[in-house]
Nanobody, 117 residues
């Protein structure tokens, strides 16, 4: 089995910063893509950012220039540095890994991020 555990969420004022972390444990894989998603109350889960095994990154337009995704393949961890946070960034943030194909295979439980105006 694979376990993903997020940490680093919390309450921050608009314009502030938070750093989320995701730790992967259990079964190991030769390579996988890691991603962050978020889900706000009453809304669909949406893609935030992803990073490939080799470090290629992708972001949704609304966070470009504000969020930075990174990973440590030795420690099997991933981070999301979130700067210039806005109230609309408020959501539960979930990390996930994709082994192959287009779908993410394993998910964490999520960490709450709340941005006050």
């Amino acid at each position: 089995q694979v376990q993903l555990v997020e940490s680093g969420g919390g309450l921050v004022q608009a314009g502030g910063s938070l750093r989320l972390s995701c730790a992967v444990s259990g079964r190991t894989f030769s390579s996988y893509t890691m991603g962050w998603f978020r889900q706000a109350p009453g809304k669909e889960r949406e893609f935030v950012a992803a990073i490939s095994w080799k470090g290629s990154t992708d972001y949704t337009d609304s966070v470009k220039g504000r969020f930075t995704i990174s990973r440590d393949n030795i420690k099997n961890t991933m981070s999301l540095q979130m700067n210039s946070l806005k109230p609309e960034d408020t959501a539960v943030y979930l990390c996930a890994i994709r082994i192959s194909g287009l779908s993410y295979d394993y998910w964490g439980q999520g960490t709450q991020v709340t941005v006050s105006s």
